[in-house]
């Protein structure tokens, strides 16, 4: 026999010597004896019948006595073999509780799930000295994996364990546990059938049993735990009771890991937190008050630098005030009562005495012992946003400008003052006080400057009034005073006075080193003495008070006006005239460029004096007041209306304008024009009502209501005084207007500033562009006239045209005024016009259609017909304007005849073509202020000679 098939042998010898029943050779070894002493018997010749007839008695007693101690043997040997079982099975026992016990103690030392798994293997065999012992689970497949192992693992190398119930591999007793969820016992390979796949990797590894139990995680089964002895037989009910609790106590030990792994993660994941966020955290022992942790956001916003500064110290250390440490114990008491509490703009201490706001949100972690707790601070630091909160709320009620109150302030003092006033039965003044002069500063050094004189006044009226009082700004240059406590009259115009020299001083501007000086009308009402009870109904009485002030500006004897009371007042030269009806009207002509005819006229008022002499408007009308300038508009406008009657029955159909005081441009306007309207007999369309741009109550809501009503009536709206400083260009789209007209002192210059023709082309455009009309008003020389006529603006006025008329003149001009066309560019500013236009139209059609432009003609300036104007205005082709007209032209005809291929604004030809424009225009401008203008080249025929006169 070979080594190989020996073993096996071998090793079932030992089991079966060591086994019970080795117990049953006793009694075989007596009947053995017993044999051996019948067959000595026989041997001696003793028969069976000698035996039977007499035995001698030693014979007899001897073998009675073999038997007995043969049974007595027997029953010594079988206590022996009990006796030994039992103590083979207490040592067991012993073993296993062993294990059981330090499986106990690594499951409380555990940190890792692999090394406790390969440790309590390790304790299976060291402890209960099983041969093999592993832990496994299965895969999606169902094949277990084994997790850890220890002692004869080459048997699990041979082996391919399973959980699926269709491979022999799968009934083992790991399988069955699995499917059966319960523990399983294999008492011996060699007589289990079932265990037969593994009967002889089992007999190679001395494998005598084995047995196989669930370990749950989480009350899920997670694993299998299988252990392997080399007895047969040895799982009894003590060792069993142990085994599966052993599975159950590694269950709880896997669950511990992972228990002890949530808790360094949600720990780590809390420092990460606390560490992280811009919120204080603090744990606070209650009701002692005292901190036990604080992050490092807590300490940043305390202005602490370590923990140690603040933990185990009292809250109440920083706080601010006894207020606030009242605050926070009501705070403890009502999260103990309801979980959680917060509080707002709590002021807090910080470590360098610098107070702090926080928002503080309290809640209670865990209850320690009764009546104790552990408090979470939650602590948000709005030191930032509280003095956002109050500087906004400064704001709502402050000018951005003056820090002066605002009108939601002053709504608001209203009320307050007027309950003193009852209470203390004392008079309070309201006055609206208003800066003359302020608009001129403004347009002359700008709104900086403006700006800057604004705060001047506001803080010149805040050191004039007492303290007492109240100061505000109403918008614009308007300001609203409160003044309390005042007995009489008296009082008040000393602070009056006060305020008046106050405002009235120079101020000096120290970006234009010079002084300013801005006048001031104001006006007062009184409470309780004006009408009305309320805070509107007093500003309202004082806003009629300083309209009433403002418009006796001329003849006022002081610069308040109080609400009821009529000022004393008297009445200058020019309005006793425009009284007693001395009023002229004259009437300027206006041209239409296109068909050269006279096709308006506009009413000029003068006054005439008792000695005959005429006042022109800059002499009477800074002395009217605004009932004035409505009753002189009424006047001229019912005269020009008869007048204008009277022409059409001569056969003159012409269409009037004339001017509206921008002061008495409201309802009461509406209501004279429809009156004047209805008697008169004209077609509305034919009367245009200019409205001065050089006035800012465009600006105004009632100005928009107003002239909508005009355009009802069928009138038309002309915007005057386009170019002069007030800048309402932006404003033209949104104005309901039929005609724009040239500032006359603009147009008047042009002569002096050419440049400006660039200004005269951009407003063409935009009258075109809008839909209106365009006069040009000053049109005082022949030169000035050329220019408008050779640049097509469609309407002219002015002295080149004819000064303003007396009714009667006006028909005499009429009869003799010749229409027709006229030649233009009669002079070189005309030419100048001119050529601006042409190269303005040419840049036009280059960008837009450069294939209209004939490539033939434009290269050569002798086509063009600038070059015989030239020579008319005695230029010869040796001139040097020729020769630039000539360059210009050459330069054209090289844009032209590469605007098809790569053409580019930024191209050396398109670059070459303004240079020889500019370089042409400017030598045009030389020779304007080095030459007068040729004999002959003054008014076309028909047209008045130019008439000097500077009013």
């Not at 047995?211 to 007895?231: D, G, I």
């Not at 002309?718 to 404003?731: P, Q």
Request: aromatic residues 8%; negative net charge.
């Amino acid at each position: 026999m070979t080594p190989s098939t020996l073993a096996p042998l071998q090793q079932r010898l030992r089991q079966w010597l060591s086994s019970e029943r080795m117990a049953w050779l006793a009694p075989l070894s007596g009947w053995v004896l017993l044999v051996a002493i019948f067959a000595g018997i026989e041997q001696t010749g003793l028969s069976y019948t000698d035996l039977h007839q007499g035995i001698p008695a030693e014979t007899a007693i001897f073998a009675v006595s073999l038997i007995v101690l043969t049974a007595l043997f027997l029953v010594i040997w079988r206590i022996l073999v009990f006796r030994q079982n039992e103590v083979c099975s207490q040592a067991r026992l012993t073993d296993f509780n062993a294990l059981l016990a330090q499986v106990h103690q690594t499951i409380a030392q555990a940190e890792n799930e692999t090394a406790l798994l390969q440790t309590l293997c390790d304790l299976a065999i060291r402890y209960a000295h099983f041969k093999l012992t592993w832990v496994g689970r299965p895969d999606s497949e169902g094949t277990i994996h084994v997790l850890a192992a220890a002692g004869v693992t080459g048997y699990l190398e041979e082996m391919c364990l399973s959980v699926r119930p269709d491979i022999p591999e799968g009934q083992g007793a790991a399988g069955r546990t699995w499917r059966d969820e319960k523990p399983f016992y294999n008492a011996s390979f060699e007589r289990n059938p079932v265990m037969q796949p593994a009967i002889e990797q089992a007999r190679r590894f001395e494998l005598g049993s084995s047995a196989a139990f669930p370990v749950y995680r989480y009350k899920t089964l997670w694993a299998v735990l299988a252990v392997y002895h080399e007895e047969e037989v040895i799982f009894d009910g003590d060792l069993q009771a142990i085994m599966e609790e052993l599975a159950k106590v590694i269950g709880y030990g896997l669950e511990r890991i992972d228990l002890r792994h949530q808790e360094r993660y949600a720990t780590g994941l809390n420092k990460s937190l606390l560490s992280s966020t811009t919120a204080g955290i603090a744990l606070v022992r209650y009701p002692e008050g005292v901190f036990i942790q604080v992050n490092r956001a807590l300490l940043e916003i305390l202005g602490y630098s370590r923990e140690s500064d603040l933990i185990g110290s009292p809250t109440r250390n920083i706080l601010f005030s006894g207020a606030t440490y009242e605050s926070i114990k009501d705070l403890y008491v009502l999260t103990c009562t309801k979980g959680h509490a917060e509080a707002r703009g709590l002021a807090y201490k910080r470590a360098d005495g610098i107070t702090v706001y926080l928002d503080v949100s309290v809640g209670i972690l865990r209850e320690e012992k009764r009546k104790q707790a552990v408090l979470t601070w939650t602590v948000i630091n709005v030191t930032d946003q509280r003095g956002l909160a109050q500087e906004l709320a400064y704001q709502a009620i402050h000018d951005a400008l003056t820090g002066l109150p605002n009108r939601r302030a002053l709504d608001e003092e209203m009320e307050k003052a007027m309950a003193r006033a009852l209470r203390h039965k004392r008079l309070l003044a309201v006055a609206i006080l208003d800066l003359d002069g302020f608009k001129s500063v403004n347009d002359t050094f700008g709104h900086e400057t403006g700006d800057d004189v604004l705060r001047t006044v506001a803080h010149r009226l805040r050191e004039a009034v007492r303290k007492t009082d109240f100061v505000a700004r109403f918008g614009g240059d308007e300001f609203v005073l409160i003044l309390e406590g005042f007995v009489g009259m008296d009082e008040l115009e000393v602070v009056f006075a006060k305020i008046e020299n106050a405002v009235q001083s120079p101020i000096f501007l120290p970006k234009q080193e010079t002084d300013v000086t801005v006048g001031l009308s104001m006006g007062v009402s009184l409470y309780p003495l004006a009408d009305g009870t309320g805070s509107e109904a007093l500003l309202r009485c004082a806003d009629h008070a300083l309209y009433h002030s403002k418009a006796h500006k001329e003849k006022r004897s002081r610069y308040w006006s109080l609400y009821g009371e009529v000022m004393p007042q008297c009445r200058h030269l020019h309005q006793a005239l425009l009284a007693q009806g001395e009023v002229d009207v004259l009437y300027q002509p206006i041209l239409d460029n296109r068909s050269g005819r006279i096709v308006g006229i506009e009413a000029l008022a003068r006054l005439r004096g008792a000695d005959g002499s005429l006042f022109n408007p800059a002499e009477f009308l800074p002395h009217l007041t605004t009932e004035d300038n409505m009753d002189l508009s009424r006047q001229v406008f019912s005269q020009a209306l008869a007048d204008l009657a009277r022409l059409d029955a001569q056969g003159w159909s012409l269409w009037i304008s004339f001017n509206v005081a921008p002061e008495s441009f409201h309802n009461h306007c509406i209501s004279y024009l429809q009156g004047i309207m209805a008697t008169s007999g004209i077609d509305p369309s034919r009367i245009t009502v200019e409205i001065l741009e050089s006035s800012d109550f465009l600006e105004r809501d009632v100005a928009l209501s107003v002239m909508h009503d005009i355009k009802k009536m069928g009138m038309r709206l002309a915007l005057d005084d386009i170019g002069s400083a007030y800048a309402s260009l932006l404003r033209l789209k949104e104005l309901p207007i039929d005609e724009i007209k040239l500032d006359q002192g603009f147009v008047r210059t042009l002569e002096e500033r050419p440049q400006d023709l660039h200004f005269v082309r951009v407003i063409q455009d935009l009258a075109a562009e809008l839909e209106v009309d365009l006069v040009a008003e000053g049109v005082e020389s022949a030169d000035i006239l050329d220019a408008m006529r050779t640049m097509g603006v469609p309407y002219l006025q002015g002295y080149a045209i004819s000064r303003p008329l007396a009714f009667a003149d006006l028909q005499r001009f009429l009869s003799d005024h010749e229409s027709g066309d006229q030649e233009l560019s009669t002079g070189l500013f005309g030419f100048y016009a001119g050529t601006l236009i042409f190269h303005s139209a040419i840049k036009k059609m280059l960008l837009i259609n450069p294939a209209e432009l004939n490539r033939e003609i434009l290269p050569d300036a002798r086509l063009c017909r600038r070059h015989g104007i030239l020579h008319r205005l005695g230029y010869d082709d040796r001139s040097r304007l020729v020769d630039l007209h000539g360059a210009y032209h050459w330069a054209l005809g090289k844009v032209v005849n590469h605007s098809t291929e790569s053409f580019s604004l930024n191209g050396p030809e398109w670059d070459a073509m303004e240079t020889a424009y500019a370089g042409f225009m400017e030598a045009i401008l030389v020779e304007l202020k080095s030459r007068h203008p040729k004999p002959g080249l003054g008014l076309p025929t028909g047209y008045l000679p130019v008439i000097a006169d500077p009013n």
